[in-house]
């Protein structure tokens, strides 16, 4: 999988929720998706591409969202 697609698709997916009013439910439910709706596979690239490049290039939603897919 091409983690730089994946990286764009995550920040748009982070960018809709980010319009919510409340942070911490906007980064549940970017989360959420995440787990849900993306291919067991395409989360696991992205991991592991943050995990060898860093998440510099996610919005700081898409950082958060990532700590609790790793959490949980």
Avoid: Y
């Avoid at 911490?24 to 490049?53: G, Y």
Wanted: proline share 4%; glycine share 4%.
């Amino acid at each position: 999988m091409n983690a730089a697609n994946l990286i764009k698709m995550a920040n748009q997916i982070g960018a809709f929720f980010e319009a919510m009013p409340d942070h911490e439910q906007a980064v549940a439910d970017t989360a959420r998706h995440l787990k849900n709706s993306w291919d067991p596979r395409m989360r696991q690239a992205l991991l592991q591409d943050i995990a060898a490049h860093g998440d510099s290039e996610l919005k700081p939603i898409v950082r958060e969202a990532v700590a609790l897919l790793r959490a949980g």
